[in-house]
């Protein structure tokens, strides 16, 4: 009887420590995002000087590759080549 006791302990014991640590939150976040189709985000691209060139806002999701970002947009996929990208969470 003690073993099983111990044994619930343990196991709320951990699920709670799981819980309440921030890998745990970006991947339940993560996996929230992937199920509703994005989320609300404002993505801002900057020239090299610091000005404005375009701002999109709305909710999608955001993929990077080494020289790219790219998301899609009312039905379009838009893909940014250089620049300083800014993605904000609304």
């Not at 003690?2 to 309440?20: C, D, H, N, P, Q």
């Not at 989320?39 to 060139?53: A, F, P």
């Not at 999608?60 to 379009?76: A, W």
């Amino acid at each position: 009887m003690r073993k099983k006791i111990f044994a619930g302990v343990t196991i709320v014991g951990i699920i709670l420590g799981i819980g309440g640590c921030q890998s745990w939150e970006r991947n339940m976040k993560s996996l929230s995002s992937d199920i509703a189709g994005g989320l609300n985000r404002t993505v801002t691209v900057y020239d090299y000087n610091g000005q404005v060139i375009r701002q999109y806002a709305g909710k999608f999701d955001v993929s990077e590759s080494e020289n790219e970002v790219y998301f899609d947009i009312d039905g379009k996929r838009v893909i940014i080549h250089g620049g300083i990208v800014i993605n904000e969470e609304n």
